[in-house]
Structures are given as C-alpha cells and as structure tokens.
C-alpha cells in the first residue's frame, strides 16, 4: 500500500497541487496506512466500508471536529479514485459510506484598521522591509493564496495594466487587479534587487533563494505579532479580509470569485454572511422601526 500512497503524491504533485495541500494528503493517508498495518490488513481488507467506518470512528475519537473528519474522507476518496482508475481496486468502498455535513465555519478576517496596522508594520520591519511591504500589499490588495504568491515570477507582474496574472488550484490561470499602493511598493522593493530578470522569482528569502510557503509564514508570523493584533492571524487571513472589504464595499459576487480563483460561487458566498458592517448598514436603511 505504501507503493501507492508514493505512486498517488506524485501524482498530486504532478497536478500541481500546493506543497501544503500535498502534505496535509500525505499525513491523513500516512495514518490511514499505520492504521492498516498495525491490523495487518491486506490491501483488499483495507478498502472495505467496515475498516474504512473503523478508521473515521478512530479518527473521531481523536478529533470529534466534523471537519477534521471529512479532511480525512475526502483524502481517501481521492485515493480510492485514483486506485480505481489504475485498476488497483475492483470496487468503491465509498458507494456505502455517507459522508457528514461540513460544519459551516465564518472566514476569520480583519478589519480595515487591523490591516492597515499589519501593512505599515511590515513596512517597519527591521530586516527586508521593501520585500515585506511588497509582500504583504500584494496579498491584500489581490488576495493571493500563500502557494500563488510564492510561485509568482517577475514577469508576471503587468505593472503598465496593474494585473498580476496568478497560477491557482489546477493550473488554472486568473488575471486579478493589483491596486497602485502594492505596485509601487512591488516598484521600490525590485529596485533593491540587483539585476532582477523577469523569468526570476518575484519574492526571495534571505539567502537570494526563491520564497517558499513556509517561509511566507515564518515572516507572516514574526509581523503579525510585532503587530500586536488581538487575534490569531495568517497568511489566509488577509485573503479573508480582501474579500469580505470588498464585498462591504459594493463588489458583486460573480467578480469576487472570479478574482479569488473559486470554481464554485458557493464557495465564495460564505463571505456574504460575515461583513457585519455591511448588514447593520442595510438594515438600518431598510428597516422602517430602525430609525426611531
């Protein structure tokens, strides 16, 4: 099993899924193959409805949140189609497993003076602040994804159109509008560089080595608490917070999805039930015993 586990990431990889998505498939299947091997089961016993209810029974009693459950289905699912479309498995075992619903959790975002106080502390770091500054106004005012940011190169910066053309889930490619605040900051931060060529890396660490996604949250981390928020923040958070100011100030649904990179519209309505602002305002307009 363990050959097809390494068989079914290189695939992932070659499908261009993100290395934090890669590894959080890697860990789920790692466990599902421990908890395999410590039964002894065979290939053929594993991928059975009843070791499969086993398993998500003991997952749950690690971890009762219904997300963390259907993390892990869904990675088997992935699996098991794969193993199927390879001729490894002769039948679904899926086709007798319910799967729960997804707990339905708000977007944790900032409000605007938390990201102004976010962006001007990257601009204050002691260390790359040029770098920092153009990381952190690029991210926000196009809402990237932390594997998107990292895989973007010079040349994909069309500073004459103010887009940035971003390579997202499924080697789909987007245009998003860059707003001129990070195109100057972009401006300032390559003309730190020496001899920047457009096929280079946008970001580098401090080696001169490209960013990764790891070292993205390394320094996400170091200025959200220079920032001294009064709440946990990532790197997602400012895509969180892209959206849902942009939604506060009047940007249609269709649009917003289109810029995120969503494939489903459903996903991104979830940020229309979380500007509150906005809803207090409509309501207030709207509601005739409001105003008294």
Same mark, same amino acid.
């Given at each position: 099993?363990r050959?097809?586990?390494?068989? *079914?990431? %290189?695939?992932?990889?070659?499908? +261009?899924?993100?290395?934090? @998505?890669?590894?959080?498939? $890697? &860990?789920? =299947?790692?466990?599902?193959?421990? *908890?395999? %091997?410590?039964?002894?089961?065979? +290939?053929?016993?594993?991928? @059975?409805p009843?070791?499969? $209810? &086993?398993? =998500?029974?003991?997952?749950?009693?690690?971890?009762?949140?219904?997300?963390?459950?259907l993390?892990?289905?869904? @990675?088997?699912?992935?699996f098991?189609?794969? =193993?199927?479309r390879?001729?490894?498995?002769?039948?679904?075992?899926?086709?007798l497993?319910?799967?729960?619903?997804?707990?339905?959790?708000?977007?944790?975002? =900032?409000?605007?003076?938390?990201?102004?106080?976010?962006?001007?502390?990257?601009?204050?770091?002691?260390?790359?602040?040029?770098?920092?500054?153009?990381?952190?106004?690029?991210?926000?005012?196009?809402?990237?994804r932390?594997?998107?940011?990292?895989?973007?190169?010079?040349?994909?910066?069309?500073?004459?159109?103010?887009?940035v053309?971003?390579?997202?889930?499924?080697?789909?490619?987007?245009?998003?509008?860059?707003?001129?605040t990070?195109?100057?900051?972009?401006?300032?931060?390559?003309?730190?560089?020496?001899?920047?060529?457009?096929?280079?890396?946008?970001?580098?660490?401090?080696?001169?080595?490209?960013?990764?996604?790891?070292?993205?949250?390394?320094?996400?981390?170091?200025?959200?608490?220079?920032?001294?928020?009064?709440?946990?923040?990532t790197?997602?958070?400012?895509?969180?917070?892209?959206?849902?100011?942009?939604?506060?100030?009047?940007?249609?649904l269709?649009?917003?999805q289109?810029?995120?990179?969503h494939?489903?519209?459903?996903?991104?309505?979830v940020?229309?039930h979380?500007s509150?602002?906005?809803?207090?305002h409509?309501?207030?307009?709207?509601?005739?015993?409001?105003?008294?």
């Open positions: 099993m050959e097809w586990q390494e068989a *079914f990431i %290189t695939h992932l990889k070659n499908k +261009n899924f993100s290395p934090l @998505t890669v590894r959080a498939y $890697r &860990t789920a =299947l790692e466990e599902f193959v421990q *908890f395999c %091997t410590t039964r002894r089961l065979t +290939n053929e016993q594993a991928f @059975t009843a070791t499969i $209810r &086993t398993f =998500l029974a003991n997952v749950q009693l690690k971890n009762p949140k219904r997300n963390t459950v993390r892990k289905i869904a @990675t088997l699912r992935s098991v189609a794969y =193993l199927l390879q001729g490894k498995l002769a039948r679904n075992p899926f086709k497993i319910a799967s729960p619903k997804r707990e339905k959790l708000l977007p944790k975002f =900032l409000s605007v003076p938390e990201t102004d106080r976010l962006l001007h502390t990257a601009e204050e770091a002691p260390h790359f602040a040029a770098r920092n500054k153009a990381l952190f106004e690029l991210m926000y005012s196009s809402g990237l932390r594997s998107e940011v990292t895989r973007l190169k010079i040349r994909d910066i069309d500073f004459f159109n103010g887009l053309k971003v390579l997202g889930k499924g080697n789909k490619e987007r245009l998003v509008p860059v707003t001129q990070a195109l100057q900051a972009l401006k300032d931060y390559l003309a730190c560089r020496q001899n920047p060529q457009s096929g280079d890396a946008l970001f580098l660490n401090k080696n001169g080595k490209p960013l990764t996604g790891d070292g993205l949250a390394y320094i996400f981390k170091n200025t959200a608490i220079a920032s001294h928020l009064a709440r946990r923040v790197p997602h958070s400012l895509r969180h917070s892209f959206a849902t100011h942009l939604l506060s100030n009047g940007c249609d269709r649009s917003l289109e810029m995120l990179g494939s489903s519209l459903s996903s991104t309505q940020y229309t979380v509150l602002e906005q809803l207090k409509v309501y207030d307009q709207a509601h005739p015993k409001s105003k008294e």
